[in-house]
């Protein structure tokens, strides 16, 4: 049965006590601004010769507030801010976070509308997954990756930019629907993409998978055990990756996702070159799904009929219409009116669970918003992994985490 | 062991100081905050409840007593079901619940976070700092009465300070935020600034 856990800080502090038998230690500071890094993560670093003996991970440089925000806002205008969480992947933040509200009012969306979302999700996934890759390929010296990933990943941004109008800040789901539906065609570019996606990813996952150099990188490296990556909470790839095989798509299907087959590919090692494999495999997955989805994807509304309380009426109708001017006035001054009650909703995002905890006393505004980051739990084992590895595997076994600090931070 | 969904019923069987929590989602309960450790002990060993999803906290405002209440939510990676506990703490004025970085080490972060934004306590972790914030910081940001702009602080490096003269200083929302309540007259719930007096590119008058 699962045993009480010491700290790797008493380990450390162990090994202080021993210290007057040592060479002497050197701390080295990796970060904030290192390109392997990722971001703004800052690792205070304690060094016997080359193996690193304590690790402490500074977060909190990408800190804005997100939460407090969201207390002065409503449920809607918080929907721009969920793009910059995992900024990789803003169209599955703004599925979890809809979705999340969508459970407090208890609306159900039409089939349409969570097939899009499902797609969106999926290329979300596959466009973070590229990004993960190819800058995990570059930490490790293998720069050829990069182009390849960062030309689909291009493709893609094409894609979210004909659907929603933006590359990066897309802003896509509002809550009990959609901003719009998706454009003429757009399915059928889609589809293509994923045609001639497949073959590329095969080239590039060839480039890496029986490679000599990444492999004396990676295997091996920054190994965690099944039971202290679920102690630590780690979620996604990094979790799957150490052999546990939880994906919440599958095991607490949400938003549709039971309707479509897919594998959860699973780790054996939890290795850096584990957690590589995984990704790879997930976005072949996705692919899958997403011509799924595709392939029957339903006609009919992409909002909920019932979420005229929430939803923006039609414009022409704000124009001409008495009623649903007011409405429309309601809902900007006041916000959608929201039952009380606590909701918690975590979704399987690209980076892991990303969960929101809505607490709401009725009315427009969220009373309390905590935003569960995959990101965050992932770094809360730093301290134990890092322990014991060398300076250059810190560099593999970030890579190999494939964290966003604008989602650790908030 | 117990199956999650049954442990979910057990619960209030195990430990009768448990009480139902009113949820929308997943099964709730109120735990007292000297038992906290036990309950997630038992659920985590018995239950199957063996992945802490989150730990957070709810401020519920200077006017209700008792004030903070710590949320857990946990996850069975067996049974895939969520199970979520609330503690309130007993004191107001200096809030504290027992850690649960003895059962989770994953707690040990979520903790971290709990005492910077809401200055609570959580006797017996290892290494109770800020997180997000800087060391050295004076307010908890996400307790009610903290305002949404920030408030005048030091910069964290002091010799920058020193040399600049610079102070970190509060973020004026555009005169933000801009809901209105929903009750009282007309003009009350216009939407509007609630504090139009200062912008960015006017100063804060003096309060003095």
């Known amino acids: 049965?699962?045993?009480?856990?010491?700290?790797?800080?008493?380990?450390?502090?162990?090994?202080?006590?021993?210290?007057?038998?040592?060479?002497?230690?050197?701390?080295?500071?990796?970060?904030?601004?290192?390109?392997?890094?990722?971001?703004?993560?800052?690792?205070?670093?304690?060094?016997?010769?080359?193996?690193?003996?304590?690790?402490?991970?500074?977060?909190?440089?990408?800190?804005?507030?997100?939460?407090?925000?969201?207390?002065?806002?409503?449920?809607?205008?918080?929907?721009?801010?969920?793009d910059r969480l995992d900024y990789l992947a803003p169209l599955a933040n703004n599925v979890a976070y809809a979705i999340a509200v969508e459970r407090l009012a208890k609306l159900e969306v039409p089939p349409r509308c969570q097939a899009i979302r499902v797609i969106i999700a999926e290329l979300a996934r596959i466009s973070s997954h590229l990004m993960g890759l190819g800058a995990f390929g570059i930490d490790v010296g293998a720069w050829t990756v990069f182009l390849y990933t960062f030309t689909e990943r291009e493709k893609l941004y094409k894609l979210f930019e004909e659907l929603t109008g933006a590359r990066f800040t897309t802003s896509y789901t509002r809550i009990g629907g959609l901003a719009r539906d998706v454009p003429e065609g757009w399915t059928g570019r889609v589809n293509a993409f994923c045609d001639q996606f497949l073959p590329i990813l095969e080239e590039t996952l060839a480039l890496l998978t029986r490679n000599k150099i990444f492999l004396d990188r990676t295997a091996g490296i920054g190994v965690i055990a099944k039971e202290d990556a679920i102690a630590y909470g780690l979620t996604g790839p990094n979790l799957r990756g150490c052999g546990v095989p939880l994906d919440l798509r599958k095991d607490r299907p949400y938003g549709g996702y039971e309707q479509y087959e897919f594998d959860v590919p699973v780790g054996a090692t939890g290795d850096c070159y584990d957690r590589y494999l995984c990704r790879g495999e997930e976005m072949r997955q996705s692919v899958r799904i997403v011509k799924q989805a595709i392939a029957r994807f339903p006609g009919g509304d992409w909002f909920a009929p019932d979420a005229r309380r929430i939803f923006a009426p039609p414009k022409d109708k704000i124009l001409?219409?008495?009623?649903?001017?007011?409405?429309?006035?309601?809902?900007?001054?006041?916000?959608?009116?929201?039952?009380?009650?606590?909701?918690?909703?975590?979704?399987?995002?690209?980076?892991?669970?990303?969960?929101?905890?809505?607490?709401?006393?009725?009315?427009?505004?969220?009373?309390?918003?905590?935003?569960r980051s995959p990101s965050f739990c992932n770094l809360s084992i730093l301290p134990k992994v890092c322990v014991g590895a060398m300076v250059a595997d810190i560099v593999s076994i970030l890579g190999s985490f494939d964290f966003v600090m604008g989602e650790c931070d908030r | 062991m117990t199956a999650p969904t049954d442990a979910a019923a057990l619960l209030p069987e195990k430990f009768p100081q448990v009480t139902a929590r009113p949820s929308l989602d997943w099964p709730a309960f109120n735990i007292p905050a000297g038992d906290a450790v036990a309950?997630?002990?038992?659920?985590?060993?018995?239950?199957?409840?063996?992945?802490?999803?989150?730990l957070t906290a709810i401020d519920g405002g200077a006017a209700q007593t008792p004030?903070?209440?710590?949320?857990?939510?946990?996850?069975?990676?067996?049974?895939?079901?969520?199970?979520?506990?609330?503690?309130?703490?007993?004191?107001?004025?200096?809030?504290?619940?027992?850690?649960?970085?003895?059962?989770?080490?994953?707690?040990?972060?979520?903790?971290?976070?709990?005492?910077?934004?809401?200055?609570?306590?959580?006797?017996?972790?290892?290494?109770?700092?800020?997180?997000?914030?800087?060391?050295?910081?004076?307010?908890?940001?996400?307790?009610?009465?903290?305002?949404?702009?920030?408030?005048?602080?030091?910069?964290?490096?002091?010799?920058?300070?020193?040399?600049?003269?610079?102070?970190?200083?509060?973020?004026?929302?555009?005169?933000?935020?801009?809901?209105?309540?929903?009750?009282?007259?007309?003009?009350?719930?216009?939407?509007?600034?609630?504090?139009?007096?200062?912008?960015?590119?006017?100063?804060?008058?003096?309060?003095?």
């Open chain 1, 1 to 82: 049965m699962a045993t009480d856990y010491t700290f790797p800080e008493n380990a450390a502090k162990a090994a202080a006590a021993a210290q007057e038998l040592q060479p002497e230690r050197m701390s080295l500071n990796m970060g904030p601004s290192h390109p392997s890094t990722h971001g703004v993560l800052r690792l205070q670093l304690e060094l016997d010769g080359e193996v690193v003996t304590r690790a402490d991970p500074v977060v909190g440089y990408l800190h804005r507030g997100d939460e407090k925000i969201a207390e002065n806002m409503t449920y809607n205008q918080f929907v721009p801010y969920t």
């Open chain 1, 320 to 371: 001409t219409s008495m009623e649903e001017l007011i409405q429309n006035f309601m809902l900007v001054s006041e916000g959608p009116q929201m039952p009380p009650g606590e909701v918690y909703f975590e979704a399987e995002n690209p980076k892991g669970a990303l969960g929101f905890f809505v607490v709401s006393r009725g009315g427009g505004v969220p009373w309390r918003l905590k935003i």
């Open chain 2, 39 to 54: 309950v997630l002990r038992w659920l985590r060993d018995e239950g199957g409840f063996d992945l802490l999803a989150d």
């Open chain 2, 67 to 208: 004030r903070f209440t710590v949320v857990w939510h946990l996850f069975s990676t067996t049974g895939h079901t969520y199970l979520r506990l609330a503690a309130d703490c007993p004191d107001d004025a200096e809030p504290a619940m027992p850690t649960a970085s003895g059962l989770w080490p994953g707690a040990n972060w979520h903790e971290r976070e709990v005492y910077d934004m809401f200055g609570i306590q959580f006797p017996g972790h290892p290494d109770l700092r800020r997180i997000l914030m800087w060391d050295g910081y004076p307010y908890f940001p996400l307790r009610k009465e903290f305002p949404l702009a920030g408030l005048d602080t030091e910069l964290p490096g002091a010799d920058v300070a020193e040399e600049t003269g610079a102070k970190v200083k509060p973020a004026p929302y555009m005169g933000g935020p801009f809901v209105a309540p929903r009750s009282g007259t007309l003009e009350e719930s216009e939407p509007r600034a609630r504090d139009q007096s200062w912008t960015e590119r006017q100063e804060k008058p003096d309060k003095a």
